[in-house]
C-alpha cells in the first residue's frame, strides 16, 4: 500500500491561513458603529479565564466576529475588515497570538469573497454561507456567516457576523444566526450577551437540547432552544440545494469524481447556494473525510486556486466565470449549479462506479423522495439521500476491519490484496482497487489500525445490518435449491 500522505497534506492545507499572513493586516478595532451612531458596550472579559470547557475542550464556538466594508486609504476600492471581536483574547503566547493574527486575518476576505467592488445599498437580500479553514496541523475551523444590511435609512454597506467554531452543525449555527440577527434588528448591543451566554453553555450531545435564556427590550426573558440532531453524521449538512440545482444523474457523477479525489468547481450566483452544495457534495462520501483544498466560496483573491494541480473542491461565483473558464485547467469537473449542466468534464464520470451499484443508488434516491412527496424536515430529506451512498461504501468496503490482522501490541496492518480478493463481483473489485490508493481510504484505515474495535458509529451499524442481511438470505437461497 502506499505511503499515506497525511502529513503533506496537512502541511498544504494550511496554506490558506499562511498565505494571508502578510497580504491582510489584522484590524482590531474598538466596539462598531453603525448609521444611527449606536455604541456597543463590550462584554466583561473576566469570563473569559473561567468557562468551563466542552465536548472535549470545545466551546460552541470561538469567535463572534462582525466584518464591514472599509473605504482603502487610497482608490474608491473597499476592503473588508474586523470591526468588532468577541471575547478578545489576552495574554496569549507568541505562538498563538501569530496563529490568532494568521485567522483573523483571513477571515475577512472569505466573509466577503465577491471582492471590492461595491456601492452603498438601501435593500440587500440576507445571505446565510459558510467557509471552512485549515490550519497548518490539519484542524479546520468553520465560519458561519449571515451578511445583512445595518439598521438605518439610506443607501449604507452590507456587515457580515461571522461565528468561528470548530464545530460542524450547519442547522444549529444557522438557528443562532437567525438569532443574532433578531437582535441586529433591535439593537447591536444586545447580541453580545446572548452569545456570552452561548459561550458558557455544553454543546449538547446528539439528539440534546440545551436552553438559553436570553433578554429582548420590550419582549422580556426568552428561552431559546438549540437541539443537535440525533444522527451526528448528517448534522453540518442539507442537501435540499444539491437536489434543486442537479438531477441524481449528475449528483452520482460528482460523488463518482469526488471518490477518486479528482478536481471539482461549482459556479453559482448566491453565496448560500455555493456552501451548501459544496459541503453536501462532501458529506455523500461519510465515512470517508475529504482531506485535500476544500473551500466552499473562493475569494476573488484565490481564483489562482482552480490552476492548482493537486485535488481541490471548490466553489465559485458566477461573475467569475470566465476567469475560470480562462484559467488553465487539466481533468476537472465545472458545475453550473444555476442551469444545472456541466461545463467541463474528464468524460469518463458515468464509468467510474460499477453499473450495478449505481442502479441501486438511483433507485433509492427515486423512491426515498417519492415517500418524501409531503413537505418534510431536513433531516429526513437527509437521510433519503445520504442513505444509498452509505450503503454504497457498505457493499464496497464494508468488509475492511475483517482485514485489519492485529500485532501483539495491538496495532493492525491492512491486508489490502487480500481485502481486495474478498469481493466477488468484478465490477466492484476494479472500482475498490483504485478506491484503496486514495488518501479518502488512505485516511480511514489509518484510523482503523489504530482502534483494536470499529467506531460504534452509523457506518458500522449499517454494516452489521448488511452483514445479518446476507446470513438470513443464504438459508432461503439453500432452500430453493
Sequence with gaps: MPERPKKMER???GGILSRFRKRLPLHRAGPPQDNLGEVVKEPERALENCLPNFAGGQHFFEY???????????????????IYQFPKRENLLRGQQEEEERLLGAIPLFCFPDGNERAPLTECPRETFSFVLTNVDGSRKIGYCRRLLPAGRGPRLPRVYCIISCIGCFGLFSKILDEVEKRHQISMAIIYPFMQGLREAAFPAPGKTVTLKSFI???????????RPLDSH?????????MRCLSFEQILQIFASAVLERRIIFLAEGLSTLSQCIHATAALLYPFSWAHTYIPVVPESLLGTVCCPTPFMVGVQMRFRQEVLDSPMEEVLLVNLCEGTFLMSVGDEKDILPPKLQDDILESLGQGIKESQTPAASEQINEHVSRPFVQFFVKTVGHYASYIKREANGQGCFQERAFCKALTSKANRRFVKKFVKTQLFSLFIQEAEKSKNPPADYFQKKILEYEEQKKQKKPKEKTVK
Design 217 to 227: 427590550p420590550d419582549s422580556g426573558t426568552e428561552f431559546i432552544s438549540l437541539t
Design 64 to 82: 463572534l466576529l462582525v466584518v464591514s466594508l472599509k473605504k482603502k486609504h487610497s482608490g474608491e476600492d473597499y476592503e473588508p475588515r474586523i
Design 234 to 242: 448528517l448534522e453540518h449538512v442539507d442537501f435540499r440545494s444539491l
Design 11 to 13: 502541511q498544504a492545507g
